[in-house]
C-alpha cells in the first residue's frame, strides 16, 4: 500500500484532534522533524530504542476528529500566548500545522446530533479509512485524547463517544491507543470486538504528573518497609481538562486511576482522597501536591510532601508520539490484543503487568528490543 516500500508512512488520527495535547502533539512532531528541538521527554528516541524498527517521526501524517471548530494554527497561537508552546515554533512549522488541520473531520456525537450510534461510527469509519487510503498509509493508529467523559453510565444509556470511536478504530482496520481515562475500548461492546479483532491496543489514561511520582514512591515506601498511613493528593489545573474534570464524575474516572496505583504498589488502600480543582487562570500548567504520612521504626511518625508543578499538554504530547510509533510497529509486527508492556505510560494499563515505574520500564524496554526482532509474527513480548 505505502508509496515507498523501505519507510513505511504511518497516520495518526487523533480524537480531540484541536485540543492542547493534539495541537502540542502535531506542532512538536513537526519542531522536532525539523531540528527546531531536541526530542525531550520521548522516551523511544533514547537508546534502548535504536534498533526496535519505529517509524520515524517524518513519516507520522497526522488527522483527525473534533466536535470545535477553532483551526488548529489558531490553538497553536493560544498555546503559544500561554507560554505551552515556545516563541516562533507554531511559526516555524504553521505548513505542517495547516496540513493536520485539513485532515480534521467533524466529531461527534454534537448537541442536537440525531445520528443513530452505528450511523456516527460508520461515518468515523470513513473519515479514517478515506485518511488512509488518500494518503497510501502502511498502517493508521487512532489515538484518543478527547476531553474525558463522566466516569458511570446508566444501563441502557447510548454508548459513549469514546467507544463510539474505538469501534470504527477497529472497522476501519486500526491499532488503538486510549490517553484518557474514557471508557473507549474497554466498553463492554467494544472489547468483544476487540478481542475478534486481530489489533492491537494499548491504554488507559497517560502518565504524566502526579501519578507518575506515585508509581515510583509507591514501591520506594514498600520496599523501605515503612507502612504509609495516608496519601492525599490535590491537583490545581485549567485548560480544557480543567474544565472537563470539574464535572464529579469525570474526576472520578481520573482518580480511580491515580488511587488504583497506590493500592497496587503498595499492596494496601491507604486513607486520604484525591481532588482535583479547575483554575481557569492557570491554563495548562498544573500544580499537583501529595502529602504521605507514614511510620518508621518504632511507630515514628513522620511525612513526605510533593509538589509537582507542570505543563500538562508538554508532559503529555512526547509520550503521544511514543505510543503512536509504539503501537504502529506492533501492529506491524502482528501483534494483537492488549499491549500490557505500555504499562509504562498509563495510570490504568490494560492487559495488566506490574504498577511501579521501574519494572514498568523493564518490561517496556524488553518489549522494545523484541520488536527489533520481530518481522511479522506476532511473536514480540
Ligand atoms: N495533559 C496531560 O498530562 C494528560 C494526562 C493524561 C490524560 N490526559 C487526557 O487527555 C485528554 C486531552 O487533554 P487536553 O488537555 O488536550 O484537553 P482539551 O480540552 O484541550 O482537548 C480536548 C479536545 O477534545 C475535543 N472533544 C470533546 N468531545 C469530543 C468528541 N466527542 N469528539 C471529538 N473531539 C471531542 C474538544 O473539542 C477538545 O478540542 C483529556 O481527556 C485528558 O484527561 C491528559
Redesign the pocket.
Known sequence: MSASLSRPRVGVWL??????????VVTGCAAVTAGLHPPTGMVTETPAFTDSRLPALSDLVFG?????D?PLPK?AESLTAGGVLPAGVATAVASELAAAEREIRP????PGDTRSDAELITAFTDDIRDFTHRHELDRTVVV??????PASREAGAPLP??T??ALAALRAGCPYVN????EGMNHPVAAREAQLSGLPYAGR?????QTLLRAVLGPMFAQRALRVRAWSGTNLLG???G???ADPA?AAA?NAGKERVLADTLGTVPEGEVHIDDVPALG?W?TAWDHVAFDGFLGTRMVLQTIWQ?C??A???P?VLDLARLTARAHEAGLSGPLGALGFYF?DPVGGGPSGLAEQYEELVRFARSLGHTEGTGEAR
Open positions: 480524537i480531540g484532534a484541536r485540543g492542547s495535547v493534539a495541537t502540542t483527525g476528529h473534533d466536535t470545535l477553532c490553538r466529531g461527534g456525537p454534537t484518543n485524547v478527547a476531553s474525558t467523559e463517544a469514546s463510539l470511536y490517553f484518557t481515562p474514557s489514561d497517560g502518565k504524566t504528573g485548560g480544557g481538562d474544565a472537563a474534570l469525570a481520573k495548562d498544573k507542570g500538562d499538554s508532559l503529555a504530547a509520550l495510570k
